[in-house]
C-alpha cells in the first residue's frame, strides 16, 4: 500500500468553463445549478483564490460575480482582480456583483437605506420593466410587459460606468438590469439564480449563448471523459469502495468498474441495521447482476452483540461508527495490493465557502462512513462525482444503466435503524420496524408520493401500550411513520399526507405487522426537529 493519503486535483476536461467567483452569497450555489441545466460547465471559487495566474490556468470563456452580504462603499470590501474586466470574455455582475463591477469600472454605489424611510433597499419580489434598448440578453423576457424578479440588497448603484446602459428597471432600482454591449458587460441588481425570479432560466441561457457556449456538457462526455481519467489515474493498481447502496456510492462503484473492470473490489457492511431485503437487494444487484466484485461483510452478530443495552443515542452512534471502520478495514486488509480507497464524494462537498472572518473555509460533511480510512490506511482518494451535483450523480447512474430503484431512493443514514429505533436495540425490534417500514413504503409507492418526499420511514417506539384487536387486549409497540420534505436535509417540512391515506396506513400496519398496535405520525419540522429520531 502507498505511504501517503492524497487528495486529487479536480479531472481536467477539455470543455468550455464558465467561473463563478463568490462573494459569499447564500445562493451562489443556485447559479451552477442553472448553468449545469443549461449543459454549461462552470466553478464556483471564492474570490479570495482568484489570482491573475489561477484566471489564466482556468482560462473561462465566462465570468460571474455572485451576490453577498458585504457593501462595496467599506473599505476592504471583496473584489475580483481587475484582471477579470480584460480577459475579454463576458461578464454577468448579480446583485453585490454588479455593485463591485460598477464601482471598478467608473460608476458609482451608494450605501441603502433600510425601506421604511423613502431609502432605496430592496428585499423581495419586484416587478421590471424594460428600458427601449433591446438586448440579445433578454430574448423572451418582457412578453407580459414585465418581468417578476427576486431582489435582496441594501446598497444600489447610484450612477453606471461609462460604457453601460439601462436595459431594465423596477421602482426601486433605475438600474435593475444594465449592459455594456461592446464589451458584453451585464449587470444585475436582483437574482436571476432563485425560483422568485421564474424567467432566469431564460436569462442565463441568453447569457451563454452571447458567451458562445455550445452546451457541451453532458453526461455522456461526463462518462467518458471520468472513464479515461480513473483509468489513468488507477493503472493497473487496485481500488476498495465502500458500497452502502445509497446513490452516491453505487454510482462510484459502477463508473470505476467501467473503467477498470476487476481491479475494483466493493466492501459492503452488513451491519444488521439494514431494511428489510437491503443486503440482499444490493449483493443481488452489484454482484449478480453487474458482475462487481463484491465482499458482503455480514457483521449483524458483532453490531447487535455491541449494540445490547445501550440506549444513548451518541453511544450507539459511536460504537457503529468504530466497528464500521474496523470491519471495512479488516476486509480491506485481504484485498491485495490496495492502493486507493474510492469515494462518493459530491461538488456541494468541497465547494469551499466565503468567510468573512478569516478567509476560505472548506465546508466538507462527516457524513462518509469511512471518513477516517484513507489516511488510517495510506489510501489515495479516487473521488469520480467531486465535480457533480446530487441531481447530476443520478443523471450519470442512469447513463450508466443502473435502475430507476437505485437511483431515485431516498437517502438512508450510515447508522441505519439503529437511530430509527429509539432506546435500546434488541432483534425483535428491528424485525419488526422493518416490516412496519416496509408496509410505509410501499404505501407510499401505490399513491405515487414516493418521488415527492424526500425520505421517509418508520421509528419503533420504545414505549408498549394498549389496544384491542377481535375480542383480545394486546400490549405491544407504537411506532411513528415521518415524511419530510426537504432540499439538503438541513431543513425540512414534514409531508401533508391526507387523513385518509394516514388512516390506510395505520390499518395496514396494525394488521399486517405483528407486535405494532399504535401508529403516530410525526409532524415535526427540522428545525427544531431533526429528520431521524436519534
Ligand atoms: P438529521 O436527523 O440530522 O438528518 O436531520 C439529516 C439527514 O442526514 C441523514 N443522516 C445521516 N447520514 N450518516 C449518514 O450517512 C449519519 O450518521 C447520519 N445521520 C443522519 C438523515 O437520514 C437525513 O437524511
Known amino acids: 500500500m502507498a505511504a501517503n493519503c492524497s487528495v486529487i486535483e479536480p479531472m481536467t476536461q477539455d470543455h ?57 462603499v467599506h473599505d476592504g470590501s471583496p473584489r475580483p482582480p481587475a484582471t477579470v474586466f480584460s480577459l475579454g470574455v463576458p461578464v454577468l455582475g448579480i446583485c453585490y456583483g454588479q455593485q463591485v463591477m460598477m464601482q471598478m469600472l467608473g460608476g458609482r454605489v451608494e450605501g ?47 450612477e453606471i460606468a461609462p460604457g453601460f446602459e439601462v436595459l431594465g428597471t423596477s ?3 433605475p438600474f435593475a438590469i444594465t449592459a455594456d454591449p461592446m464589451r458584453n458587460f451585464f449587470a444585475v ?14 436569462f442565463f441561457e441568453n447569457f451563454v449563448r452571447i458567451a458562445g457556449f455550445a452546451g457541451d456538457w453532458t453526461m455522456a462526455g461526463y462518462r467518458e471523459q471520468a472513464v479515461a481519467d480513473i483509468r489513468a489515474q488507477v493503472g493497473d493498481r487496485q481500488v476498495i469502495c465502500g458500497l452502502s447502496g445509497g446513490v452516491d456510492s453505487s454510482v462510484t462503484a459502477a463508473l470505476i468498474h467501467e473503467a477498470i473492470g476487476d481491479q475494483l473490489t466493493c466492501v459492503f457492511v452488513d451491519h444488521g441495521l439494514l431494511r428489510k431485503d437491503e443486503g440482499k437487494d444490493v449483493v443481488a444487484m452489484f454482484r449478480d447482476h453487474m458482475n462487481l466484485k463484491v465482499l458482503h461483510a455480514d ?38 495490493g490496495a492502493e486507493f480507497l474510492a469515494q462518493g464524494t ?128 394486546t400490549y405491544d409497540y407504537a ?22 391515506f394516514l388512516g390506510e396506513t395505520a390499518t395496514r400496519i396494525i394488521n399486517e405487522v405483528p407486535g405494532i398496535n399504535r401508529v403516530t405520525y410525526d409532524i415535526t419540522s427540522k428545525p427544531p426537529g431533526t429528520i431521524e429520531w436519534e
Not at 419580489?125 to 407580459?144: E, I, M, N, Q
Not at 441588481?189 to 431564460?202: A, C, D, L, S
Open 171 to 173: 421602482p426601486n432600482a
Open 16 to 72: 468550455q468553463r464558465l467561473l463563478i467567483i463568490d462573494f459569499g452569497s447564500q445562493v451562489t450555489q443556485l447559479i451552477a445549478r442553472r448553468l449545469r441545466e443549461l449543459n454549461v460547465y462552470c466553478e464556483i471559487h471564492p474570490f479570495q483564490n482568484v489570482t491573475d495566474a489561477f484566471l489564466q490556468d482556468f482560462g473561462p470563456k465566462a465570468v460571474i460575480l455572485s451576490g453577498g452580504p458585504a457593501s462595496v
Open 112 to 158: 441603502g437605506k433600510i425601506s421604511g424611510g423613502g431609502g432605496t433597499a430592496e428585499f423581495g419580489r419586484a416587478y421590471v420593466t424594460p428600458a427601449p434598448t433591446g438586448s440579445p440578453l433578454l430574448t423572451g423576457w418582457f412578453l407580459d410587459q414585465k418581468e417578476q424578479v427576486w431582489m435582496s440588497h441594501g446598497d444600489h448603484v447610484a
Open 299 to 336: 457483521e449483524a452478530d458483532l453490531f447487535l452483540g455491541e449494540l445490547e443495552g445501550q440506549s444513548d443515542p451518541e453511544t450507539k452512534r459511536k460504537i457503529i461508527g468504530r466497528l464500521f471502520i474496523d470491519v471495512f478495514q479488516k476486509y480491506a486488509n485481504d484485498i491485495d
Open 346 to 473: 459530491l461538488y456541494p462537498d468541497v465547494i469551499e465557502s466565503v468567510s468573512f472572518s478569516g478567509g476560505p473555509s472548506a465546508t466538507i460533511k462527516s457524513h462518509h462512513n469511512v471518513g477516517g480510512l484513507p489516511e488510517k490506511m495510506g489510501l489515495k482518494l479516487v473521488e469520480p462525482l467531486r465535480e457533480l451535483f446530487k441531481d447530476e450523480v443520478r443523471a450519470l447512474g442512469r447513463e450508466l444503466g443502473l435502475p430507476d430503484s437505485f437511483i431515485g431512493r431516498h437517502p438512508f443514514p450510515g447508522p441505519g435503524l439503529a437511530i430509527r429505533c429509539p432506546g435500546e436495540i434488541t432483534r425483535a425490534k428491528l424485525d419488526i420496524l422493518r416490516e412496519a417500514d416496509a408496509v410505509y413504503i410501499d404505501q407510499i409507492r401505490k399513491h405515487g408520493l414516493y418521488d415527492e418526499i424526500w425520505q421517509a420511514f418508520v421509528a419503533i417506539l420504545p414505549v408498549r401500550t394498549v389496544g384491542v384487536m377481535g375480542d383480545g387486549r
Open 479 to 500: 411506532c411513528a411513520l415521518r415524511a419530510v420534505t426537504s432540499v439538503d436535509g438541513m431543513t425540512a417540512d414534514y409531508y401533508p399526507f391526507s387523513h385518509e
Open 189 to 202: 441588481q436582483f437574482h436571476p439564480e432563485v425560483h422568485h425570479t421564474p424567467n432566469g432560466k431564460t
